[in-house]
Every structure is written in C-alpha cells, then in structure tokens.
C-alpha cells in the first residue's frame, strides 16, 4: 500500500506521488490524470464559503490520513460479496474492493449480452475511442477533477444499440478502513437500447472509516431508456461524495434513483442536461439519518432544449442529531419552450434535534412552461399515532409503521422485483434504530 497524509494543501502532493508510483495504462489516461491535477490544483477543496457547499464541510475528510490501496485482492469473500449484491438475482456483477475491479470476484455480461463492461484501462487505449470521449466531454469540478487526477480503475459499460438488457448490471463497491478510493464509471447506452444499472456501496466492517470520490458519467443516446440506483449502506465511519453526470439525447427516458441508509458524510450530486426534444427524466431520492450523520443531495436539471420534462422526488427521515439538505436546481433557458419541469421535497423529522435544510430553486427564462416546486418539513402526525396506538399497536411500532408509509413509495417506483424487496428490507431494518432516537 502507499500511505498518503493531506497537508494544508489537501491531495496534490498525494496526486503526484500516486502518478509517480503507478504509470498510468496508456498515454491517453496519463493525460487526463494530468489534466485533472491541473484542474483541481486551481479550484481546490470545495468549502462552505462556496454556496453549493453552504451545509457541508469536507474537513473531515482533509485531516484524515488515507492509504491507497494496490488491488482489491483479499479485502472481501466471494460468500460476502454475494451477500451483498442481493444474491443470485445479481447475474452480472463487477466488484470493486477498495476501489480496484476484483475480477476473481466478478461476472461479466458474455458476448451477444448486448452490452460490453470493459475495464477502464482497456476502454482507454484507444484516445479516440467512444469511453475517451466520454471522459473528454465531462465538464470536471473539483471532485471531478480529484477522481481524474486518481484515475486508477473503473469500467466502461457500453450498451448496443436496440439491446434489451434484462439483467440488471450491478457495481458493488466496497470500501477498506483507512483507504480512499476514486472509482470512475462511463456508461454509454445505444440509441433504442434499454438497461439498469445498479451502483452499491458497502463498507468492509460497520465502523470501517472510508473515504470513496465516485463519479459516474453517462450519456443516453435517441430514444434509450435507462435506469441508475445508487444504494449508500456504508458504515459509520465512511465519508462518501458521488457525482452522477447525465446527458440526454431526443426521445430518451432516464430514471435514476439515490437512497442513502448509512455514511458518517455522504454528498451525492446528480446532474442532468436535457440535450434532445422529447427527453425526459425522473430523480428520486430517499435519505435515512441517525445519530450524527449528514447527507447532503444536489441536483442540477438542465433543459436545453424545447419540449421536455423532468420530474423529482426527494424524501428525509432524519433522526438523532443528524442532519440534511437539499438543494434542487432546474434551469429551462429562453429557447426551452414547452418544458415540464416538477421538483418536490418533503422531510419528516423524528426528533427535536435533527435539522434539514432545503433549498428549491427553478431558474426559468421561457415564457411557455410548466414549472412547480414545493417543500415541506414535519414531524408525525399524533392523531395517526393514537389512532394505531388505540388499536393496539405499541407506539414503536406506530411510528415505525407511519415511518415507513411516508418513505416506501419511492421504493415501490423500483421495477426490479428483487431489488425492490431487498430495498424494503433494508428500510425496515432502519426503523427499530430511529424509534429508539425519538426519545
């Protein structure tokens, strides 16, 4: 392993000695991971005094020493990686272990799939290739810039044109007390094809201190549809910001959905440009905190063009002394005429000391449109307490069943059958812990 320590000038210095240590595995990616220092050597660590970071430090994660790991090897079982990856419902299956592809650990979709995963450094050779292009068309923040100067594994999913994928393509990330990881995933989905692709993150010890900078870019081409899940369980001690980058082109469908159940800091941004008539695309997201824990969600909607339609659902139970935010933006520019664009988000606090704060925010220069934004922040509602109570329902359970009617419709969105089930099982394993905070 290679120890690295952040100074006051938090991963640069890391950055070169990671260029130093590990050649990259083509020019082309020596490139980028250039680039990417270069770039994040001018912006830096994002702070609160940058309004996208108001409600989030990332000081945790700078005063922390990091190791980076050489490989994936031994960090986790093949028993528990099937354990985790829902079991034999995941057919296609690539695990990362510590940030590293772990092949002997992994299933990759066969030929005449409809869909190629290739590793990163394969999809990379070839400069001019369809993963180069992708990689080359981000517009990279800070942490975007991070991951590139990091740039150590990944795959690329590339998704035939008019295949129908029907097993979903689970990534299962697992982090390594003590080490950092900066996964990249480009996803290419071909014009009429059709995929899901499930994103799990995972910690090897429940108070294993982890610190994963994932990002994940895709591009959904002419009347493709497209599903992404992001499933946060990480322990106690991870600190977790994820970025989703997604471009749109005509006709194109794009669900994507972020439910986050563990994490000491977890920032997921989810960014979306409308880039061709007819688009659409639906954001849900669910956020689960106790204790100390803070999520902070992000989305950014862009419609660049006219005749499209964009839809969001973000729901919080926040418990303990936790805290959230959101922060939703939808720009519709002047030539977007006839746009759709709905953003909700409804926070239910379970005790006197968990906080959220939300920000809406609709950036509208067109002046035929249909835009809605709403807000809403409560507590339980008593009356809903005594009415179960009353019938013998002891009040854990009341308010655990109350709990879990605000949050599972996001759930029931899911198509997957068993991913979906697994969801539920997951959310209702929450629940005894927040009954025990209310009080």
């Not at 093949?78 to 990362?96: C, N, P, Q, T």
């Not at 292009?133 to 998704?159: K, M, S, Y």
């Not at 071909?190 to 090897?204: D, K, L, N, Y």
């Not at 469908?253 to 061709?276: H, P, S, W």
């Amino acid at each position: 392993m290679t120890t690295v320590t952040t100074t006051n000038v938090p991963f640069l210095a890391e950055a070169e000695q990671f260029a130093a240590a590990r050649p990259a595995p083509s020019p082309f990616a020596a490139e980028v991971r250039e680039a990417g220092r270069r770039r994040f050597a001018d912006l830096g660590v994002p702070t609160p005094r940058q309004e996208d970071w108001k409600y989030t430090s990332l000081l945790p994660v700078t005063r922390e020493t990091w190791t980076l790991r050489d490989g994936g090897a031994g960090l986790i079982s093949a028993a528990e990686a099937d354990r985790l990856s829902f079991g034999a419902w995941a057919k296609y299956r690539i695990v990362f272990a510590g940030g590293w592809v772990e092949p002997s650990l992994s299933t990759f979709p066969p030929a005449g799939a409809g869909v190629r995963v290739m590793p990163l450094a394969e999809a990379l050779a070839d400069a001019s290739g369809p993963a180069a292009r992708l990689l080359q068309e981000a517009e990279e923040n800070a942490l975007g810039a991070l991951n590139e100067a990091f740039l150590q594994d990944g795959v690329f999913i590339d998704i035939a044109a008019d295949a129908d994928v029907a097993e979903p393509i689970v990534l299962l990330h697992v982090g390594a007390d003590r080490a950092m990881a900066h996964p990249r995933i480009l996803v290419s989905a071909g014009r009429g094809s059709r995929a899901t692709i499930v994103e799990h993150f995972v910690s090897t010890a429940p108070g294993a201190v982890t610190f994963t900078n994932a990002v994940t870019d895709v591009r959904v081409g002419e009347n493709a549809a497209l599903t992404h899940v992001r499933i946060q369980r990480e322990g106690a001690g991870a600190h977790q910001v994820s970025q989703l980058r997604v471009h749109q082109e005509r006709d194109s469908r794009f669900r994507g959905g972020v439910y986050t159940l563990g994490g000491r800091l977890v920032r997921n941004d989810a960014m979306i440009r409308l880039a061709g008539e007819g688009a659409e695309c639906w954001l849900d997201g669910l956020y689960l905190t106790a204790g100390e824990q803070h999520v902070d969600n992000h989305t950014t909607v862009v419609h660049a063009v006219p005749n499209c339609q964009s839809h969001e659902l973000y729901k919080g139970v926040l418990a303990g002394k936790s805290t959230g935010v959101f922060n939703g933006r939808v720009l519709v520019p002047q030539d977007a005429q006839k746009t759709n664009a709905e953003q909700e988000n409804h926070n239910l606090l379970l005790s006197r000391d968990a906080t959220i704060n939300a920000k809406p925010q609709l950036e509208i220069y067109a002046d035929d449109v249909k835009c809605s934004h709403g807000t809403t922040v409560g507590q339980l509602d008593e009356t809903a307490v005594f009415y179960l109570r009353s019938r013998g329902v002891s009040e854990a359970a009341a308010r655990g069943l109350l709990t879990y009617a605000f949050a599972v419709d996001l759930i029931e969105r899911i198509e997957a059958e068993p991913l979906r089930a697994g969801l539920e099982e997951l959310v209702r394993g929450w629940l005894p812990s927040t009954g025990e905070s209310q009080t």
